[in-house]
């Protein structure tokens, strides 16, 4: 599987949208695996200082990250496929 990255804006004094938004990811992306699509949360990165939070998961292609989003009501800017040296 590859790795995604999803990238999210959140205001820097809203640190339980950052706790909330993992678990909803974390559980979008169980759901997802159970019906069939194989994806899986790894973890989250807030940066306050930007109000940016990236999300980590590794799936078989884009678009299971995009329903993994939508399924947890992340309301995300952009998904990159990363790349590991």
Known sequence: M????LELYISRTDDLAVVR?????????EALTREGTPI???RSIFVPEDETCFYLYEAASVEAV????HR???????IA???NP
Do not use: K, P
Not at 21 to 29: F, I, K, L, N, S
Not at 73 to 78: D, P, V
């Open 2 to 5: 590859a790795e995604f990255l």
């Open 21 to 29: 938004g993992a678990v909803d990811a974390r559980v979008a992306a």
């Open 40 to 42: 899986r949360y790894v």
């Open 66 to 69: 995009r329903e993994a989003a």
């Open 72 to 78: 947890a009501g992340l309301a995300f800017e952009r």
């Open 81 to 83: 496929e990363t790349v």
